[in-house]
């Protein structure tokens, strides 16, 4: 029994050494640079109202959540522009996701005319181009955009 506790304490303390873990995304003034410009963009498109924009920030799975009223829904393009009317964003964090790589969380503010705030956080997730794309709206500050299922990298 004791070479089997000690056989696991070596096996697990290699496996959890950082070296055969999967890279992060160390979030430096330039990946926050990125991920800004793709909320300014995106924020600048829902503002305007050009869903065709729009959905070139966004994942395929997260575009498909919303293709309907996109593609279909001809009134949401006015509605976009009045209801980000006067709006101003700003970033308020951007943070790595443990264990994945190219996935960040971003968390913006949206401050309306009227004085109400809307809080978002996203999970983003860096292509092969090198583009962050939208991959999933997070719920809460205790939600990191993983399924049971998810894939690491």
């Not at 430096?28 to 991920?35: A, D, F, K």
Request: with cysteine; aromatic share 12%.
């Amino acid at each position: 029994m004791r070479k089997f506790c000690l056989y696991f304490l070596i096996v697990a303390s290699c496996l959890l050494h950082p070296t055969f873990l999967p890279a992060q995304v160390v979030v430096t003034s330039s990946v926050v640079g990125q991920v800004n410009a793709t909320f300014t963009g995106l924020f600048n498109a829902l503002r305007n109202g050009h869903v065709d924009r729009i959905r070139g920030y966004l994942s395929a799975e997260e575009y498909a959540k919303f293709k309907v009223l996109f593609e279909q829904n001809t009134d949401y393009p006015d509605f976009l522009r009045n209801y980000y009317r006067g709006a101003i964003y700003r970033l308020v964090r951007v943070d790595s996701v443990a264990s994945v790589t190219d996935d960040v969380i971003g968390e913006f503010i949206i401050d309306f005319p009227g004085g109400e705030t809307l809080n978002t956080r996203l999970r983003l997730n860096r292509d092969r181009a090198g583009n962050w794309k939208i991959k999933k709206t997070l719920r809460d500050k205790t939600d990191q955009g993983e399924s049971d299922g998810e894939n690491r990298h």
